[in-house]
Nanobody, 125 residues
Framework: QVQLVESGGGSVQPGGSLRLSCVIS????????MAWFRQAPGKDREIVAR????????QTADSVGGRFTMSTDNAKNTVYLEMNRLTPEDTAVYYC??????????????????WGRGTQVTVST
């Protein structure tokens, strides 16, 4: 059974940084495409970053490009999201997602079958 567990969320002031972690179990890590999504109150879930199977290709959404970086540690079965220069608009629940069937996955949340429960990120003064 595939399980994803996020951690690292919290409250931070504008301009601050956080690093989210997502540990995946129940599957060989290098066999899955991974992604980070977020959902702000009253808004649709949106892609933040996604990595291909084996993390050979990582794409970051334009909305966070240059501030957020996705990376992986295969030895720890973990995917990270480093978030810098945070703004109040980054406030959301951040979710980790996995896709075992496709090498790259898509930017659309409905195409990702496996999800963590999410971790809250709040950016405020």
């Amino acid at each position: 059974q595939v399980q994803l567990v996020e951690s690292g969320g919290g409250s931070v002031q504008p301009g601050g940084s956080l690093r989210l972690s997502c540990v995946i179990s129940g599957v060989t890590f290098s066999h899955v495409a991974m992604a980070w999504f977020r959902q702000a109150p009253g808004k649709d879930r949106e892609i933040v970053a996604r990595g291909s199977r084996g993390a050979y290709s990582i794409q970051t959404a334009d909305s966070v490009g240059g501030r957020f970086t996705m990376s992986t540690d295969n030895a720890k079965n973990t995917v990270y999201l480093e978030m810098n220069r945070l703004t109040p608009e980054d406030t959301a629940v951040y979710y980790c997602a996995a896709d075992l069937q496709h090498a790259h996955g898509t930017p659309f949340p409905q195409d990702w079958p496996h999800w963590g429960r999410g971790t809250q990120v709040t950016v405020s003064t």
